[in-house]
């Protein structure tokens, strides 16, 4: 089992950027692939990037590619996301989430965090 703590969030203008922090407790991180996710007033939770126990399989949605970046430090047990070129609609609550399998599906991650809120304004 994994305990998951997101930090980093906050207010920010279009174009600006964001480092969102999880940190895990457990010693079987390593053994998890990590995904972040983010979930919009009225919409469902959606993926938005995940990363390999192994780190070296990296993952993006077709939404955030090329201006996010995920990574994970196994030693420290935590996994970033680095946000940049930052528009509106990537306000969300931002979620960290661990599971056996690094794939796009919420049903795929039993362990999640309590998310952080990341705010971008017009």
């Known amino acids: 089992q994994v305990q998951l703590v997101e930090s980093g969030g906050g207010l920010v203008q279009t174009g600006g950027s964001l480092r969102l922090s999880c940190a895990a407790s457990g010693r079987t991180f390593s053994s998890y692939a990590m995904g972040w996710f983010r979930q919009a007033p009225g919409k469902e939770r959606e993926f938005v990037a995940r990363?390999?126990?192994?780190?070296?399989?990296?993952y993006y949605a077709d939404s955030v590619k090329g201006r996010f970046t995920i990574s994970r430090d196994n030693a420290k047990n935590t996994v970033d996301l680095q946000l940049n070129s930052l528009k509106p609609e990537d306000t969300a609550i931002y979620y960290c989430a661990a599971g056996r399998f690094g794939t796009w599906r919420v049903d795929d991650y039993p362990y999640w965090g309590q998310g952080t809120q990341v705010t971008v304004s017009s």
């Open positions: 990363v390999s126990t192994n780190i070296r399989s990296t």
